[in-house]
Each structure stands twice: as C-alpha cells, then as structure tokens.
C-alpha cells in the first residue's frame, strides 16, 4: 500500500498566511507562486482555495469565485495526486453551478445525451471491482438473510436494486448447504434497465439450475420512486427479505421542494465567512486529518441537518415509500447507505461534508491502485466525478445524491414503523474475514448500535442496518 511520489499529506509552514490571503484580481495571474509549492503544502493550498471558491459561489460573487476558479486550475489535474483529482472534480461541479445561471450557454456545453448503458454497467463493476465496499454489503446481508430465513421453505427477496449476480449467486450457493435443503427461492429484481435484469436473470437461473434449487427471477423494469409495489406479487406463505444498496437517499429529491418551502432561508449559509478564520496547526498532518479536524468544525450544519422528527417528517415521498415496504411485512429488510451527510440545504456543509467523503474514497485508489490505471480514472471520472457534480452543482429534484447518516435514517425507518435487528457477530467475523483473506489492509468494520459501518482507516464510509416491520397493537 505505499502511496506514489506526490501524495499530498500535508504541512502547513509556507501556507501560514495563506488563508487571509484575498481571492482577488489584485493577485495577478497566472499566479507563479502556486507552481513552486511542494506536494504537501499544495495539497492545503487547493484545501483553502476549494472553500473560498465555494464560498464565493455560494455568495453569488461570480467573479471572485472565477479568479478562484483559474488559481486552482494552475495546480489541480485528474492525473496527480489525491487532492490534485480531487480539485479537478470539485472545480467541475462549481463551475457547473456557476454556469446554470445563465441556462441556454449551460445547455449549449452540456448537450443532452443517451447514456451508453453498457458504460453504467462497466463503471458500477469496475467500482465493485477496485473496492471491498459492496462486496463487504453482499456478505454481511446474504448472512442476515441466512439466519433470518432459516427453516423457512419458501423465501422471497426483493433486491431494490438488481444489478450484481455476484451477491445471490453467493446466496445460492449457501442455501444449497442448509441442513434442511434449500428452499424455493424467488427473487424480484427492480432496475430500470431492462438489458441489466435480463443479464441478473441468464445468471442466476443458470446457477439455480446447476445446484438443483428451486428458483424463480421477476425482473421489473422501473425507477425505484416509479415504482408499483403491485408488481412486487408477494404471495402468502413467503417469508419475505428486502436488500436495499445504495438506493433509499434517491428518494430524497421528490421531497426538496417542501423541505425548501420550509426553510426557505437555507440556500445560504450563516456561517461562510468562517472560512477566514481557520487555523493552520504548525504540526505535520495528513490530508484526512486536517479535513477532519479543521474543515468541518469551521462550518455549522444547516438546519435540515437536525435530527428531529419535524425535520424528517417533511419527507412525505420517503415515508410513503417505507410504509409501502412495512406493508409487506418483510421479515427483514438489509440497508446500506453511504455514510455522510450530503442532503443539506447550504452549499458549502455539502461542500465540506463531500470532501471529506470522496477525499477518503480517492485515497483508498491511491494506496491501491496506480495513477496511471485506466480503470482508477474511469471510476473517478464517471462515478465520483458525476456525483460529486450533482451534490455542488443540482438543486431540485436533480439532485440525486442525497447521502445521510446511519442516525437519521434510524429515526426515519423508526417513525415508519420498523424495528432494528442487531446484525450478528457471525456477520461482522465474516465481513473481517473476507477482507483479511483477499489483503484489503487500511478497511475496517466498527458496530455501532447492532448495525456495522464499513470504514477507511478511521474514516467511517459506509453503513448496513437491519430491520423487521413492527406489529401495531
């Protein structure tokens, strides 16, 4: 895991002044001083010029946030180091904000075009691929499904996002050990392209077939908020199982226009001159550690952040949806989520929130994989650049990545009526297993409240909680 010449952990000596220094036309260009920082304190230079810029955006003050815009260009590129990538793809998605302003030059340099569906696949399977993440979630849910359905003769599992065979063709495999035989096993998978269902059924009914087991596949062709459970075709006698991955927080965006009825007040942030009075701490840090512990402790969550159940109660489309669910009385249900806070109504906690997110996610490719990797660049470009793009730069119901935490999705899924089921320690030794045996070193698995959450070093990325529907006297 050593990381490449560059890397950008951080000292703060020759940047010591810097965040008093004013983003104005006043600095000149092409401002020669950024080009002689080394790769350390380059990396805290791009920190600071990131959040001005974003303040700067958030502020409306179009051309500071220019002048920000071509400082940064001088130092960030999707070829460098970690905060090199990083500010390349920030930058993309301030910029794009900016341009949105004026609609018709937006749409004349982002023309509309057909997704290759065969490039969404290769970028979600190259993500699999290059990181443990999922691979983590399969395992960990495939087992709480294993001991919730077992006895069962007949199961049904509705995967809200049916896309990988790797994780029931891992289920299968297992069931065709039971004790007892297998059950008859029907899965419904939910996508909304057709040619990914066809390829998840082709696989699985294979794998069916070759260990003997009973198995049925019902593809439904549908976005998940156009969903109608209907078509779900759950049948009495069925002991039920939903896995959701990576899905819920798409919901989110049908309810943004009520949350901003509410708060209409919480586009700006009060707090984004805090920006001028963040400390440099003379003490050699990594990039993580500062992000860490300056950048988020200098800006105050918005109000939607709170955990309230007023705040969550202004998500009609969410807890329609969780009610729908607990209607079908699932006997388990497995979440996973990402685990921060991108849904908040300020630019600049989505800003800060996001960078600490994708900057643990960039550094797990950089002490991995090396910079020159076709498939590191695609996964950055077309996976976290996009998403990174739609948090900073959508407002609306076009913004679709609206992660948040564990705390808050325990509250929602509460309020709908379901009750936490402790994940095993069986499932946290298999999950602490797998990464053993394949040298994923730097990843960790933490409990916390019966739920795990899956971490990059300390940094915690990902969550998966279990639940069952509770019964209403």
Same mark, same amino acid.
């Given at each position: 895991?050593?990381?490449?010449?560059?890397?950008?952990?951080?000292?703060?000596?020759?940047?010591?002044?810097?965040?008093?220094? !004013?983003?104005?036309?006043?600095?000149? @260009?092409?401002?020669?001083?950024?080009?002689?920082?080394?790769?350390?304190?380059?990396?805290?230079?791009?920190?600071?010029?990131?959040?001005?810029?974003?303040?700067?955006?958030?502020?409306?003050?179009? #051309?500071?946030? +220019?002048?920000?815009?071509?400082?940064?260009?001088?130092?960030?590129?999707?070829?460098?180091?970690?905060?090199?990538?990083?500010?390349?793809?920030?930058?993309?998605?301030?910029?794009?904000?900016?341009?949105?302003?004026?609609?018709?030059?937006?749409?004349?340099?982002? !023309?509309?075009?057909?997704?290759?569906?065969?490039?969404?696949?290769?970028?979600?399977?190259?993500?699999?691929?290059?990181? !443990?993440?999922?691979?983590?979630?399969?395992?960990?849910?495939?087992?709480?499904?294993?001991?919730?359905?077992?006895?069962?003769?007949?199961?049904?599992?509705?995967?809200?996002?049916?896309?990988?065979?790797?994780?029931?063709?891992?289920?299968?495999?297992?069931?065709?050990?039971?004790?007892?035989?297998?059950?008859?096993?029907?899965?419904?998978?939910?996508?909304?392209?057709?040619?990914?269902?066809?390829?998840?059924?082709?696989?699985?009914?294979?794998?069916?077939?070759?260990?003997?087991?009973?198995?049925?596949?019902?593809?439904?062709?549908?976005?998940?908020?156009?969903?109608?459970?209907? %078509?779900?075709?759950? /049948?009495?006698?069925?002991?039920?199982?939903?896995? @959701?991955?990576?899905?819920?927080?798409?919901?989110?965006?049908?309810?943004?226009?009520?949350?901003?009825?509410?708060?209409?007040?919480?586009?700006?942030?009060? +707090?984004?001159?805090?920006?001028?009075?963040?400390?440099?701490?003379?003490?050699?840090?990594?990039?993580?550690?500062?992000?860490?512990?300056?950048?988020?402790?200098?800006?105050?969550?918005?109000?939607? @952040?709170?955990?309230?159940?007023?705040?969550?109660?202004?998500?009609? /489309?969410?807890?329609?949806?969780?009610?729908?669910?607990? @209607?079908?009385?699932?006997?388990?249900?497995?979440?996973?989520?990402?685990?921060? %806070?991108? +849904?908040?109504?300020?630019?600049?906690?989505?800003?800060?929130?996001?960078? %600490?997110?994708?900057?643990?996610?960039?550094?797990?490719? #950089?002490?991995?994989?090396?910079?020159?990797?076709?498939?590191?660049? =695609?996964?950055?470009?077309?996976?976290?650049?996009?998403?990174?793009? %739609?948090?900073?730069?959508?407002?609306?119901?076009?913004? =679709?990545?609206?992660? #948040?935490?564990?705390?808050?999705?325990?509250?929602?899924?509460?309020?709908?009526?379901?009750?936490?089921?402790?994940?095993?320690?069986?499932?946290?030794?298999?999950?602490?297993?797998?990464?053993?045996?394949?040298?994923?070193?730097?990843?960790?698995?933490?409990?916390?409240?019966?739920?795990?959450?899956?971490?990059?070093?300390?940094?915690?990325?990902?969550?998966?909680?279990?639940?069952?529907?509770?019964?209403?006297?």
């Amino acid at each position: 895991m050593a990381q490449e010449e560059g890397s950008s952990s951080v000292t703060s000596s020759p940047l010591q002044f810097l965040p008093w220094m !004013p983003l104005s036309p006043g600095m000149g @260009s092409p401002y020669p001083w950024l080009r002689e920082l080394k790769s350390e304190d380059r990396g805290l230079c791009l920190i600071h010029l990131l959040l001005a810029c974003a303040n700067h955006v958030a502020a409306g003050s179009i #051309e500071n946030a +220019n002048i920000g815009l071509e400082q940064i260009s001088h130092l960030a590129s999707p070829d460098g180091d970690t905060m090199q990538r990083i500010a390349a793809y920030f930058t993309a998605g301030l910029a794009d904000r900016i341009l949105k302003g004026w609609p018709g030059l937006h749409k004349a340099l982002n !023309p509309k075009q057909a997704s290759l569906i065969s490039e969404e696949i290769l970028v979600q399977r190259l993500f699999f691929e290059l990181f !443990p993440f999922l691979k983590l979630s399969y395992v960990i849910t495939n087992q709480a499904i294993i001991e919730a359905m077992e006895g069962e003769k007949m199961v049904h599992i509705i995967d809200l996002n049916s896309s990988e065979p790797a994780q029931w063709i891992n289920l299968l495999q297992t069931l065709s050990a039971r004790p007892e035989g297998p059950p008859h096993l029907r899965i419904t998978g939910i996508h909304e392209q057709k040619e990914v269902l066809e390829q998840m059924a082709l696989r699985l009914t294979e794998e069916a077939e070759k260990l003997d087991i009973p198995f049925q596949f019902n593809p439904i062709v549908s976005k998940l908020e156009n969903l109608d459970l209907e %078509n779900l075709r759950v /049948k009495t006698g069925e002991a039920l199982a939903i896995s @959701s991955v990576l899905q819920l927080h798409t919901l989110l965006a049908m309810d943004d226009e009520m949350h901003r009825r509410n708060s209409p007040s919480g586009s700006k942030n009060p +707090n984004s001159n805090h920006f001028q009075r963040v400390q440099i701490n003379q003490n050699r840090r990594t990039l993580g550690d500062w992000l860490e512990r300056d950048v988020v402790n200098a800006y105050s969550s918005s109000p939607d @952040s709170a955990l309230s159940p007023l705040s969550l109660a202004a998500s009609p /489309k969410m807890g329609s949806f969780l009610n729908a669910l607990r @209607s079908l009385s699932p006997k388990l249900m497995v979440i996973t989520e990402q685990e921060s %806070n991108h +849904n908040g109504f300020a630019l600049m906690e989505r800003v800060t929130e996001a960078l %600490n997110f994708y900057a643990a996610l960039f550094d797990c490719l #950089e002490s991995t994989v090396s910079r020159v990797s076709l498939e590191r660049h =695609k996964v950055e470009k077309m996976l976290f650049g996009e998403e990174i793009k %739609n948090i900073i730069a959508c407002e609306g119901t076009d913004r =679709k990545e609206r992660h #948040e935490k564990l705390e808050k999705w325990m509250l929602r899924l509460e309020l709908a009526g379901f009750g936490t089921i402790p994940l095993s320690y069986h499932g946290r030794l298999q999950a602490n297993r797998f990464l053993q045996s394949y040298g994923y070193d730097g990843y960790k698995i933490k409990e916390d409240n019966g739920c795990l959450i899956i971490c990059w070093q300390d940094r915690p990325l990902f969550s998966v909680s279990a639940w069952k529907f509770r019964r209403y006297d």
